[in-house]
């Protein structure tokens, strides 16, 4: 049966999830399909595109994750008296809510936070799920490149905490570190962390909070 690009992506991520990014090679992976490394190509055009696919995939069910209001996020309790600061409002709480989405998708695949930040790092416009949320911005209150700052500041926070939380987890299973947090610290830091960069970013929006 013929090779398909389906077969190549599919095996890859089988490889990711069970063995890391650091087994993801090309040479694996063919060998894992039963075909010469040279055959992966006719189906990828590199290691680079397959991970951007990856990434893609990594990311999905953030995709499709809450982004509407409803959630607890920057609340103001004034804010329906006033329809422009409920907007923002409701627009921070999508913003939060988006982003537990995105880590809860990374923390999923092993070292899916390094996939991920492989690919923003050489195409921050690759990834619609992170692009999104300089619109998220913009809908909360931020004008011109502060939007976009904001998003990047907020991507760099998700990838940056969970690639540390996945590092640490694959020291730990490998003896290098012995395990002494509770993970729900790890659940309350980033919730500390993001609610300080959504308050931040509240602020810079010029409407009293």
Known sequence: MPLTRDQVIETAFEILR?????????????????VQPGALYWHVKNKQELLGVLSVMILMPADSG?????????????ADADP???????????????SQAIRRALLRVRDGAEVVALTHAID???????????L???????????????????????????TEEQTRSGLIQAGVLESSADPAD???AFEFG????????????????
């Open 84 to 98: 422009v600061a409920a907007a923002e409002t409701e627009a921070f709480a999508a913003l939060h809510l988006q």
């Open 194 to 209: 993001l609610r300080l960069l959504l308050t931040g970013a509240a602020t810079a929006t010029g409407a009293p909070r």
């Open 186 to 188: 790890a659940d309350s």
């Open 66 to 78: 809450p982004t509407g209001a409803g959630a607890r996020g920057v609340a103001d309790p004034d």
């Open 18 to 34: 069970d063995y890391g990014l650091a087994d993801l090679s090309m040479r694996r992976l063919a060998r894992d399909l039963g």
């Open 136 to 162: 998220g911005f913009e809908a909360a209150g931020l004008r011109g490149h502060n939007a976009g700052w904001a998003a990047r500041a907020l991507v760099h926070y998700i990838l940056g905490s969970v």
């Open 124 to 134: 921050p416009e690759s990834l619609t799920v992170l692009r999104r949320l300089t």
